[in-house]
Structures are given as structure tokens and as C-alpha cells.
């Protein structure tokens, strides 16, 4: 049973800042690719960045410089620490891995961005 479980979400005031947690199961994690998205209302879901396997990271033109990923295999775990968050990055944000040809989803977490 592959598990993902998000957290860290909540309210933080416009250019705060925020880490979430995206804890995985099931999986040898060392060995995959893990990614943030996130879907804000009434927006599509949208790449927040990716992480590969030996820590290279990619990230939407949006986010750079600002937001940083990071996994720690020993504790199955990406993070994605955000920093200056904006009022229209309000959404939620979700975590996935790609194993094999299966993709994996958490259930997501919100983060609301407002004075």
C-alpha cells in the first residue's frame, strides 16, 4: 500500500512563510521522483516543483528563489519549505511520486495566504 500524507498547511499572513511535510509509505523512496502541485479556487492543478531521486530539484518560474524542496530518504520524506508566500498562492497543495507507471497523490493540505 502506497501512502502519502501531507502536512504543515495553515494560515500564514502575506509573506510569511510556511514548510510542509509529505510523509511516504509503500514505496523504496530513495528511488523515486516526488513533486508538489497545488490547485488554488477555481484554478487548475499546477507543478509546484520536483525533486529527483539524487536531490536535483526543478521548479515553476513562479516560485524560484522563494520556495525550496528538500527529502530526507532516512525518514521517507519531501518537504517544501515556502517563503514569501503570496495571497494567490492561497490552495491546496499536494504531494506525489511516480512509481513504475503508477502516480501517487496525498490527500493534500491548505494553505491560506491572507492578512
Known amino acids: 500500500q502506497v501512502q502519502l500524507v501531507e502536512s504543515g498547511g495553515g494560515l500564514v499572513q502575506p509573506g510569511g512563510s510556511l514548510r510542509l511535510s509529505c510523509t511516504t509509505s509503500?514505496?523504496?523512496?530513495?528511488?523515486?521522483?516526488a513533486a508538489w502541485y497545488r490547485q488554488a479556487p477555481g484554478k487548475e492543478r499546477e507543478l509546484v516543483g520536483s525533486i529527483n531521486s539524487d536531490g536535483g530539484t526543478n521548479y515553476a518560474d513562479s516560485v524560484k528563489g522563494r520556495f525550496t524542496l528538500s527529502r530526507d530518504n532516512a525518514k521517507n520524506t519531501v518537504y517544501l519549505q515556502m517563503n514569501n508566500l503570496k495571497p494567490d498562492e492561497t490552495a491546496v497543495y499536494y504531494c506525489?511520486?511516480?512509481?513504475?507507471?503508477?502516480?501517487?497523490w496525498g490527500q493534500g493540505t491548505q494553505v491560506t495566504v491572507s492578512s
Open positions: 509503500g514505496i523504496i523512496f530513495r528511488f523515486n521522483v
Open positions: 506525489t511520486v511516480v512509481v513504475l507507471t503508477s502516480r501517487y
